[in-house]
Structures are given as C-alpha cells and as structure tokens.
C-alpha cells in the first residue's frame, strides 16, 4: 500500500510536533552534558528530566519509575541504539511513547566529537534508522510514500541534490580546502574508494548482521577491483584518537593506498568510480553523485535498486529513484533546526548554515570562560594536571566517549555520575564546583 500527502509526512518522525495543550514531560537517556542545552532549546514544548549515565536498575526502580509514572504526559527519549531494559519493559506495560534520537543526515560544519551541536536531528518511534533488524519510520516511510504523485516534493529533491552537490556540503565537513589529486596523485586506471567506520558503531553493529571489519571490507574491494588504485580512508574518529580502532591498517596496507589527510568528503569522493563501505552516509553520498556503491551492511538507502547489496533486507523491494530516496531521509524524514534560536527550519536554510559556518570557522569557535589565578580548579587551575593521571582509569572503566566528556569538563563529569562510589571520588579530585 502506498500513501501520499499529509499522512505520510506527519508518520516520518521529522514533522512529529503537534500542537500541544499541555508540555510534555520527556525523560531522556544516553545524553550527555553538552547535548542537554540544545535539546531544550530545540523542544522548549517538553520539559525535560534527564536519567543519570550508567543508571543501575535497583536505582531506576527505586527513584525514576515512580516519576515516570506520575507523569500523565510521559515520553522517552532515548539517544541511540540501546534503550534500558528496564525501562523499555516499562514503555511497553505503560504504553509509554518512545523517541530514538539520532543526528540528521545533514548534521554541522564540524563532527559530534567537536561537540557543535546538531543542525539536524532524526527522530524515530520505532527503531533508530540504521538499525536493520526492524523497520524503523524511515523504512516505513520509504516503503510506502507516493513519491512520483508528490511533483512539488520532487522537484524539492532535485533542486535539493542539486544544492548539495554544488555546495560541496556532507553531513560532516571539512575546512580545510584541499584538492583529490594532492592526496591520491595522478588517476591512471579506475579507482575504488573503500570508506571506514567505527568499527563498534552502532550503525555496523545493528546495520549489518555478520561481522565485517574495515580490513575486511579492503580485502573485499580488492578482490574484486584487482586492476583499480584501491584508496582506503579510515574514519576521521580513528585518525583524531576519539574512538579506539578495532583492526589494525598496517595489516592491508599491501592491498591499498591509506589515506590519513583530512579531505572533505566531497572532495574525496571527486574523482572516485565505485565505493565500498559497510553502512556509512558517504555511500548515499556517492550514490548522488552517480557513483557506483557496495554496501556491505544494511544502511538506509540499501534495498531500494541504487545500491550494490551484500546483505538483502526481504523488507525492501520497492524500487525507488534517488530523488526519491532523497526526498525521504532528507526532506520529510529529519527536524532541522536554526542554530541562533533553536526554532525549526528547512532543509535549504540549513544547507546554507553549514556554508557560513564553514566561511566563517570563527563564528564556530566555543566562548571560553575569563581566566582566573584561582576557582574550582584551584590556584593557578592546577587541579587540570589530574586529567593525565585520571583519563587511563575511565578508558579502563567506561568507554572513549566518557573520556572526552570528562576531558572537556572533569567536574560535571563526575558530578553526574549515577554511582555514588564515583561520585564520592570526583569529589575528592574536584572538591570545588
């Protein structure tokens, strides 16, 4: 069954504010400090609780059910893939609605780690949109809407690609202008671009159902491409250190050229004939730029005919055009929002933000506090010298992104712990503030 119009758009998870008597009431999990203040300013219509990091599930009985259920307008959010068991099977006895909060496909000048807040976010009621095992809104909404009878929208879509192309806008940006030819050299023979993730990402972990490691999507492209100039590009996480790489480079480097400079995506993508990749956006990216794409996992925009796909999803069949395809996940599926006032905006408009941000890097840069001989970090702020001594037994404990977090500000990083004991030794490190 297809549908068109007004129904289908309002069952994309981006047009999901109704009008509303009353604020909502939304407890939102897996958010850390710095996504708190935009998420208020993007939704002043809820009023937000946020469930402390590593909630124990005696402690989730104990102080946050009893408030869930007190609320006559209660919602979740969830940011990413893994939602509480406890309070899933709490969502599902109370009927409780679910939010899966994700960055949009069009996200900011700079990436997540650099904590710029998002100009675009995905909202789903089913299931996070890179998570393959289910249908997510996103799929429903592929599979389903009308497209060809919506003219105004797809004409929206080819004006949309057109935009972005010329723009030369990813969803993660660079700076630094640098051309395809100072990094790959001259192009003599057919060149294959292989685009590396994270390989503990949830969007590989539940958009592709074998396990497949960077080294061994290489290994696949070369295989295949015997005669092409193999390129692999590491994600930009794993080159900066954010996140920690599951597979060692140095083991394929005989099969391909690693590529460590910082390139814009479309840049990389300039002069590439065919790209491997296991979920990443760069395929769709490729895909409007008339690449040739394998997809070694199950992201979005596999199963609908554009893609070369290794692993089938039975759900989709449909066949759709990249206008189409376009149209869904950027134009009806995202929230955008403008970064001045948190009020929601078009598409267009937030292609052109990302543009000035880019023009204009300063406009970017974070307000730092007045420096001070003497506050909560001590005299001559000293107290930061722990960080070196503190930062190895969090990367033992809890993962690389609490390890930024505690980087960029050590005493709200312990101050929100959920776990007294940690508390406890946050205060002794971090007496003041």
């Given at each position: 069954m297809t549908v068109t119009g007004q129904d289908a758009r309002t069952a994309g998870s981006g047009l999901m504010t109704s009008a509303r008597t009353e604020q909502v009431t939304t407890f939102a999990v897996h958010i850390t400090e710095w996504k708190r203040a935009f998420l208020e300013r993007y939704f002043p219509e809820r009023r937000f609780h946020f469930l402390p990091k590593d909630l124990s599930e005696g402690d989730f009985e104990r102080l946050w059910t009893p408030r869930i259920l007190a609320e006559r307008t209660a919602e979740l959010f969830v940011w990413g893939q893994e939602q509480p068991a406890a309070l899933a099977a709490l969502a599902t006895v109370r009927n409780i609605p679910v939010w899966f909060v994700e960055d949009g496909f069009l996200r900011s000048a700079r990436p997540s780690a650099s904590r710029t807040p998002p100009l675009s976010l995905a909202l789903d009621r089913r299931t996070p949109y890179?998570?393959?095992?289910?249908?997510?809104?996103?799929?429903?909404?592929?599979?389903?809407?009308?497209?060809?009878?919506?003219?105004?929208?797809?004409?929206?879509?080819?004006?949309?690609?057109?935009?972005?192309?010329?723009?030369?806008?990813?969803?993660?940006?660079?700076?630094?202008?640098?051309?395809?030819?100072?990094?790959?050299?001259?192009?003599t023979r057919k060149r294959v671009l292989v685009v590396g993730q994270v390989?503990?990402?949830?969007?590989?972990?539940?958009?592709?159902?074998?396990?497949?490691?960077?080294?061994?999507?290489?290994?696949?492209?070369?295989?295949?491409?015997?005669?092409?100039?193999?390129?692999?590009?590491?994600?930009?996480?794993?080159?900066?250190?954010?996140?920690?790489?599951?597979?060692?480079?140095?083991?394929?480097?005989?099969?391909?050229?690693?590529?460590?400079?910082?390139?814009?995506?479309?840049?990389?993508?300039?002069?590439?004939?065919?790209?491997?990749?296991?979920?990443?956006?760069?395929?769709?990216?490729?895909?409007?730029?008339?690449?040739?794409?394998?997809?070694?996992?199950?992201?979005?925009?596999?199963?609908?005919?554009?893609?070369?796909?290794?692993?089938?999803?039975?759900?989709?069949?449909?066949?759709?055009?990249?206008e189409a395809l376009f149209a869904g996940a950027y134009l009806l599926y995202p929230c955008y929002f403008k970064p001045e006032t948190g009020a929601r905006t078009s598409f267009e408009a937030t292609v052109a933000t990302i543009r000035r941000q880019i023009e204009e890097p300063e406009a970017l840069a974070p307000l730092r506090p007045a420096w001070r001989a003497w506050g909560p970090y001590g005299i001559l702020r000293w107290r930061h010298l722990l960080a070196a001594a503190v930062t190895p037994a969090i990367r033992r404990l809890g993962n690389d992104r609490d390890v930024e977090d505690f980087r960029a500000d050590p005493i709200r990083f312990f101050r929100s712990l959920s776990d007294c004991r940690l508390r406890l030794i946050g205060r002794i490190l971090y007496p003041f503030g």
């Open positions: 890179c998570d393959c095992r289910k249908p997510s809104d996103l799929e429903a909404l592929l599979g389903t809407y009308d497209f060809e009878a919506d003219r105004s929208l797809m004409e929206r879509a080819r004006a949309g690609i057109d935009l972005l192309l010329r723009s030369g806008i990813s969803k993660y940006n660079d700076g630094r202008a640098r051309k395809a030819e100072e990094i790959y050299g001259e192009k390989e503990d990402d949830a969007s590989i972990l539940h958009g592709c159902l074998k396990p497949m490691s960077n080294n061994d999507l290489v290994r696949l492209a070369a295989a295949e491409q015997p005669e092409a100039q193999i390129l692999y590009k590491p994600h930009p996480d794993l080159l900066s250190r954010v996140r920690a790489a599951k597979s060692d480079p140095a083991t394929i480097a005989h099969l391909c050229e690693i590529v460590t400079e910082r390139l814009p995506l479309a840049e990389a993508l300039r002069t590439v004939d065919h790209v491997y990749t296991i979920t990443s956006l760069a395929g769709f990216e490729a895909l409007l730029r008339g690449i040739k794409v394998t997809t070694a996992g199950s992201p979005f925009y596999s199963g609908w005919g554009l893609t070369d796909d290794r692993q089938p999803n039975p759900r989709r069949g449909r066949r759709l055009s990249l």
